[in-house]
């Protein structure tokens, strides 16, 4: 059962293995179209590392001899902000394993030379997997600074700049029920597909309809991408500690913990066998969805993925089809009262296939048009561009005159948009939405921790919501797929974007076209020493 052939896609970029050094199980698994299952390791701070890996010592063993585990993937800072590196753990477990593993990057608290040095000392310690995650709210956050978060969407890019070969995933959200929230995760992943991801990862979920429908949605766009479904079991005693901290992302519903709770006071084990069986279901039910593998969180022993596999084989000869599979999900679901749980928030839940009905208000449609008009008339095209031009073009960024200009830039747009001058405006391809109104800076789309609208930081609503509504009532949704924004370099912070953009060295967005990336604006072409080489957020009509 564990090896059978499924009809998953593959994606097109994957690399191919190599013939020396520890084989890459992965991408094989991906290559030849195997159902495969990962195991999640978390380096924490908590924990003495070699305490850990004294304990995955038989389990490292085991995943080395057995074809269906594809190895494992390493965590980054979940625990705390000071948990032990990823690659130094992930580095020992393909040592020990002979199997490459999935080293996570998380961008919280990070700049792009950040990732410039991860990608270095992967390639020195011979990792060709990585997993990009803009990360959760930073634990700790800086005193007397605000933190910084590398968007996902730009370090896809990144890496696939520095190296073309190496294998890239990014993550998926589906479990999202608003209109808003959900459509701006599907649009923000094609922008990770056209920057290059390999592999598309969801979080943790118990809906199965929101895996289906992430499936129908990478279908439908021939998106050509193989997912992977991030499963782990849950028990009532976990499902409490999730919803008392929070954590960014997983829906847990009432009715979902009634359950649980059930379970752990109806059973000796106090619901940890029914956990497993959940969990094999929920194996089982992607794997006919056609998700090319999953990747197991809360597994850490030989004799548990011992356990979960003779389940799942059960369960598999049990549920030789959907329909069984079904029936066979919905009695796992049902509470003691025979009423089933929901694992969807009950106040109507949004699903893709009840279509989109929401747009901006008046207000915000005539503030996009408005400064539509403004941009274009002021910084594109007509006199009054060409006299500002003139006028601002020669300025440098840390001059006395360039300190003036950012200024004054900051004076006109705060009020306006919030802005702080991060030295490369891209309002133009965020629909006048600055992006630096998002607690983490984020230009290309939503992270995974947003609920009912609301930011991961629940102080506001998220602006890519907000994003996606003026987009859609412009006719402009295909910017939020297709527009490649890139992160803003730490040493343009606080200096005017005027003059570089009048020197055509804006921030360097790509559009996506054909399965390929092409500079928006390719009359910029011009770099000042400030950043790349690359494009004008200025948009065409």
């Not at 305490?51 to 494992?72: C, H, I, Q, R, Y």
């Not at 990014?170 to 992943?189: I, T, V």
Request: net charge positive.
């Amino acid at each position: 059962m564990d090896d059978k052939v499924i009809t998953a896609p593959t994606g097109p970029s994957a690399p191919q293995v190599g013939a020396e050094g520890p084989s890459n199980a992965l991408r094989s698994a991906l290559r030849d179209r195997r159902f495969f299952w990962s195991l999640e390791f978390i380096p924490s701070s908590q924990k003495v590392l070699r305490d850990d890996f004294n304990k995955l010592e038989e389990l490292a063993s085991a995943v080395s001899l057995m074809p269906t585990l594809t190895g494992f993937s390493v965590t980054d800072r979940v625990i705390s902000d000071h948990d032990p590196d990823p690659i130094a753990a992930a580095s020992h477990l393909m040592a020990k394993t002979g199997k490459q593993p999935l080293v996570h990057f998380s961008g919280k608290g990070r700049e792009t030379h950040h990732l410039e040095d991860t990608l270095r000392r992967m390639q020195d310690n011979g990792l060709e997997n990585i997993l990009m995650l803009t990360g959760d709210r930073l634990h700790e956050e800086p005193v007397g600074s605000r933190p910084r978060y590398l968007e996902s969407v730009p370090a896809i890019a990144m890496a696939k700049a520095f190296n073309p070969n190496i294998f890239v995933a990014g993550a998926l959200n589906p479990f999202k029920y608003r209109e808003e929230d959900g459509m701006a995760q599907y649009l923000k992943l094609g922008k990770k597909i056209n920057a290059g991801c390999d592999l598309i990862i969801t979080q943790v979920g118990y809906d199965i309809i929101k895996h289906e429908e992430a499936m129908y949605w990478i279908d439908g766009r021939k998106y050509n991408t193989p997912i992977v479904a991030n499963l782990m079991p849950m028990t009532a005693a976990r499902a409490r500690y999730i919803r008392a901290n929070q954590l960014a992302g997983v829906t847990v519903t009432d009715s979902f913990l009634a359950l649980l709770e059930a379970d752990e006071a109806l059973t000796s084990d106090r619901g940890v066998a029914r956990s497993m069986r959940r969990l094999a279901l929920q194996i089982l039910g992607v794997r006919y969805l056609g998700y090319a593998g999953v990747q197991l969180t809360g597994i850490h022993s030989l004799t548990k993925v011992k356990e979960l596999q003779a389940i799942v084989r059960e369960c598999a000869e049990i549920c030789p089809d959907r329909i069984t599979w079904r029936r066979a999900w919905e009695e796992a679901c049902t509470l003691p009262s025979s009423d089933r749980a929901s694992l969807a928030p009950r106040d109507t839940p949004w699903y893709l296939l009840k279509g989109t009905t929401q747009f901006a208000s008046g207000k915000a449609r005539a503030k996009y048009h408005v400064m539509k008009f403004v941009h274009d008339w002021a910084f594109e095209r007509g006199p009054v561009s060409r006299l500002f031009g003139t006028a601002v073009r020669a300025i440098g960024r840390r001059t006395p005159a360039g300190k003036i200009t950012e200024r004054v830039e900051r004076a006109i747009k705060n009020p306006i948009f919030g802005c702080e001058t991060c030295g490369m405006c891209r309002l133009a391809a965020t629909q006048y939405v600055c992006p630096e109104t998002c607690p983490k800076g984020l230009a290309n789309g939503p992270c995974g921790g947003t609920a009912k609208n609301l930011c991961e930081f629940r102080d506001r609503e998220c602006i890519h919501s907000a994003k996606y509504r003026i987009a859609k009532s412009a006719g402009r949704l295909d910017e939020l797929e297709r527009l490649i924004i890139p992160a803003v370099p730490a040493a343009l912070r606080h200096t005017s974007s005027w003059p570089p953009h009048f020197r055509g060295q804006g921030p360097a967005i790509k559009v996506a076209q054909d399965g390929r990336l092409f500079p928006l604006n390719p009359r910029n072409a011009v770099d000042d020493g400030d950043q790349s080489t690359g494009s004008n957020p200025a948009l065409t009509s």
